[in-house]
């Protein structure tokens, strides 16, 4: 049998052949599904069926404008996205959007499939075709499905984790927020912040500063006109009445505070204003469960360790160690390092907490984020209790960016700096005051009279001490070679 001729002459005029007409039906039909992966509706416009043709690329250059429009307004003006990624209602109609898109070009991919006369193809066309479109429409239509669901997520995450309310803004311009860690569970009776820090970020410029107040401070002072101040107009005195503490008795004394729904966390923010003479703006509770799973959701952190950490002591057995050097600790592990107590100082475990929190910051990058975010976000709905409204949330994470690019100042406000058992408080608020405009926070005397001897620093109340203060970190060195606790370490 001879091989049929791609064509052939009739009356001097050349005719398509079965076979010529087979391999163009067969391109058309795959042209048509490619036009509608990239300009939906066009496939219907050019085979004459215009009416949704039209419909779907006025829809198609409406959505394309408005990405790019945003796209545009996000890069000259970042506040704006991140007003509009923060607003529930906004991301509801950015959810509902997606799916509907997704249900359409699901429905342009079908009618293009159509349209390519598939009956009319040769079987193993019929079935490529089949394939592309399924593969095209599976793609598309599934990307914009995981994205509503991701915009879902956004906006359980804004709705559960913030707070209602008018914006609160900032305060003197700055951010003060209020990081208080505790162990949250049913079984809680008396909940005592194991750790207390006060994050100020500079509302402008994004410069941030941590100040890390020892749990044991004595006969901490309240801002005047406070319930706590009123109870304890000289300073949080009886027995056992730590700053920790403050928290227990505010929650035990319900009653002297008619209208406020977390007395412990309101009392705390008195006590933490009272030491450093900032106003507290904003307060977060986490529970340290919700601390690990959050870590675990970021993939880990890197840290350099100074010194041989335990897991467990007290009144658990000890089942290992955490090791010096550089580690990526998951979140079983950085928590223990954070709490650990066994043969070591509460000042210790502050400075590991602080070095935790600064890890975290680093490895919280835009795309890390992106990648993680599910785990990202379930793990943050741990976190027990923020005051922090809706409507502040976008100006904070624009201060967050600001700061992302700026090293973090970290102040602990334990020995020799401060002694927590007898803590000149004006002098405190002079400390925050001077870190807080950029500067050290110890004022060195003048050479002569009163000035330090080598090796000495000057204590709170002013009289010079052995310097029990570990050297800073010098680049290059490993932590347990500069003799300090801990480090965090990019990526």
């Not at 100020?200 to 006969?219: I, K, Q």
């Not at 919280?364 to 922090?388: C, E, G, H, N, W």
Request: aromatic share 4%.
């Amino acid at each position: 049998m001879l091989a049929q001729q791609p064509s052939e002459r009739v009356g001097g005029a050349r005719v398509a052949s079965p076979l010529d007409a087979g391999r163009a039906r067969y391109r058309r039909a795959l042209t048509l599904l490619l036009l509608t992966l990239v300009l939906p509706g066009s496939a219907q416009v050019l085979t004459g069926h215009r009416r949704l043709g039209r419909v779907a690329l006025g829809i198609a250059a409406t959505v394309a404008g408005t990405a790019l429009a945003l796209a545009v307004v996000g890069l000259l003006r970042p506040q704006v996205m991140l007003e509009v990624l923060t607003h529930t209602l906004a991301l509801d109609v950015l959810q509902s959007l997606l799916a509907v898109l997704a249900l359409g070009w699901l429905v342009l991919f079908a009618d293009a499939w159509r349209l390519g006369r598939p009956l009319a193809l040769e079987r193993t066309q019929r079935l490529t075709v089949f394939s592309v479109t399924s593969v095209l429409a599976i793609a598309v239509a599934g990307a914009l499905l995981v994205a509503s669901h991701l915009v879902g997520v956004q906006r359980d995450l804004v709705a559960g984790l913030f707070a209602d309310g008018a914006a609160a803004g900032a305060i003197d311009g700055r951010y003060n927020i209020l990081l208080l860690g505790g162990d949250a569970g049913p079984d809680r009776v008396g909940l005592r912040p194991d750790s207390i820090t006060l994050v100020s970020v500079d509302a402008v410029t994004g410069r941030t500063v941590m100040f890390g107040l020892p749990r044991n401070m004595e006969d901490v002072p309240f801002p005047t006109g406070t319930v706590m101040h009123q109870r304890f107009p000289n300073g949080f005195k009886c027995t056992d009445c730590l700053l920790n503490a403050v928290y227990t008795w505010a929650d035990n004394h319900r009653r002297l505070f008619p209208g406020v729904a977390e007395p412990g966390i309101e009392a705390t923010k008195d006590a933490v204003e009272g030491v450093t003479g900032l106003e507290v703006g904003y307060t977060v509770l986490v529970d340290l469960g919700g601390f690990q799973d959050l870590i675990d959701a970021l993939g880990g952190i890197r840290v350099d360790i100074g010194n041989r950490v335990p897991i467990g002591g007290g009144s658990a057995p000890i089942s290992g160690y955490i090791e010096p050097g550089v580690q990526r600790l998951d979140g079983f592990h950085a928590l223990w390092f954070s709490r650990s107590r066994e043969g070591t100082s509460d000042y210790d475990r502050m400075a590991r907490q602080k070095c935790v929190l600064a890890a975290m910051a680093n490895q919280l990058d835009p795309a890390q984020v992106m990648s993680r975010f599910q785990q990202i976000a379930a793990a943050s709905q741990k976190i027990v209790d923020t005051d922090i409204p809706r409507a502040d949330v976008a100006d904070l994470l624009e201060a967050a960016r600001r700061a992302s690019g700026q090293p973090l100042t970290q102040v602990s406000l334990m020995p020799p700096l401060v002694e927590p058992w007898d803590a000149d408080y004006e002098e405190v608020h002079e400390i925050v005051a001077r870190v807080i405009a950029g500067g050290p926070a110890v004022q060195r005397p003048a050479r002569g009279a009163g000035a330090q001897r080598p090796g000495e620093r000057p204590t709170s109340a002013g009289r010079p001490t052995p310097d029990s203060t570990p050297p800073g970190p010098r680049a290059g060195v490993p932590a347990a070679e500069a003799g300090i606790v801990c480090r965090a370490v990019e990526g």
